[in-house]
Nanobody
Framework: QVQFVESGGGLVQPGGSLRLSCAAS????????MGWFRQPPGKQRELVAT???????NYADSVKGRFTISRDNVKNTVYLQMNSLKPEDTAVYYC?????????????WGQGTQVTVSS
């Protein structure tokens, strides 16, 4: 079974930047499309960015132009560069591999990394 470990979150002012990392262990994920999800307080988890095994990317409208997803297949790691952060980006961020249709592939989730955007 795969384990995901997310890191890089923190408290940042509006307009600031953070870079999140998601390291996968227990299974190579280089052949899978990968995604970053987030769960704002009191809301459902949502998919915000995806990257295929051939590095094609896609973004939710709410983050398009501000977030950039990337992957390092040697390190079995996925990244999310977040710029121009807004208070509505506040959430716990998770990663997972993806099924067709954008659903998470694996049932096991990491602990996530908290991102708080506040002045």
């Amino acid at each position: 079974q795969v384990q995901f470990v997310e890191s890089g979150g923190g408290l940042v002012q509006p307009g600031g930047s953070l870079r999140l990392s998601c390291a996968a262990s227990g299974r190579l994920v280089i052949g899978y499309p990968m995604g970053w999800f987030r769960q704002p307080p009191g809301k459902q988890r949502e998919l915000v960015a995806t990257i295929t095994s051939t590095y094609s990317t896609n973004y939710a409208d709410s983050v398009k132009g501000r977030f950039t997803i990337s992957r390092d297949n040697v390190k079995n790691t996925v990244y999310l560069q977040m710029n121009s952060l807004k208070p509505e980006d506040t959430a716990v961020y998770y990663c997972n591999a993806l099924k067709a249709g954008g659903e998470a592939l694996f049932d096991s989730w990491g602990q996530g990394t908290q991102v708080t955007v506040s002045s």
